[in-house]
C-alpha cells in the first residue's frame, strides 16, 4: 500500500473514533473523512484551501447519512477548518460543504467536486478499498493471526478489517451482559495494526492493561476490560492451540463478509 499523504494522517489523527459516531456504524467503515482529506490536499492552490465542497452519494447512502445526523454539512466544514490549519492551509472564507444524492452512483461512491474560485476539480472513487489492496489487507491480517480470549475460555479470530463489539445481537462479537453497552467498543484494522475504539461514551469502562482509553493501537498480550469482563487479546496462534480450542467447542471463527 502506498505512504499516508499529510492529509490522511491528519484526517486519521483528527476523526478516528470520534467521526465513527458522527458518519454512523456504516458510513464510518468507508473512510469517507480521508477522501474528503484527500480532496482538500488535491484542490489546494498554493497555501489555499479549496472553501466549496459538493459531495454526491448514492440516493441510499445519502438517505442514511442524512437522516443519522442532518447537521453532518456544517460537521464536515468544520471538520475541513480544522483540517487546514493542521495543514498549514488558509481558507479564504468559511467551508460550504453540500451533501446530494446521486442516481447514477452506486452504494459505495463518493463523487466529490472542490472548487476554489474559477478553478474546480472532481474526481469520483470507490469508498471501498479496491480488490488489490482488500487484498493486501486480508493478506496483512491473516499473517498477523491475531485473536481474543473472553473470560479466559472463549476464542475468538480476528479475520477481517473491522469487528463490533457490544450487548446488542447484530454486533460480530456479542456479550450478554447488562453492563456492557449496545454497541461497547470496535476493533479497527488501520495501517498495519488492530486498534481498539471505545464507542460506550462511559469514562472507565473500557481499559487496556487497566488503563481507561478512547482508542488503543493492541498489542499482544494486552488485557482489555469492557466493563467487568476481561478479554486478552493475542496474536499468532499456534496450530495446535487453535485445534486444541476447535475440539474444545470455545472456538468462535468470524465469518468472512
Known sequence: MKPLSKFESLAQQLVEGSFNRLLGREMAELDIATRLARAVEDTQEGREAAVFYEIRLSTTDWAD????????????????????QRGGLLLAEHPQVILMADPALNRYQVRINAQQQ?????????????????DEIMEAITAVDAYLIIEGRRHISL??????????????????????SR?????????????LYDLSNRDGRTLVNGQPVKESVLQSGDVIT?????????EGRTAQGVQSS???????ILPKR
Open 183 to 195: 454497541y461497547h467498543a470496535q476493533i479497527r484494522w488501520r495501517y498495519g495494526r488492530f486498534v
Open 118 to 134: 474559477s478553478r474546480e476539480a472532481g474526481y469520483t472513487t470507490e469508498l471501498r478499498p479496491s480488490a488489490a489492496i482488500a
Open 65 to 84: 447519512v442524512t437522516t443519522q445526523n442532518p447537521d453532518l454539512a456544517e460537521s464536515l466544514a468544520d471538520y475541513i477548518v480544522v483540517l487546514s
Open 226 to 234: 469492557l466493563s467487568n469482563i476481561p478479554l486478552i487479546y493475542g
Open 246 to 252: 476447535r475440539n474444545s467447542g470455545e472456538t468462535q
Open 159 to 180: 479475520n477481517r478489517p473491522l469487528i463490533n463489539i457490544g450487548r446488542r445481537t447484530d454486533n460480530d462479537i456479542v456479550l450478554d451482559a447488562s453492563v456492557i
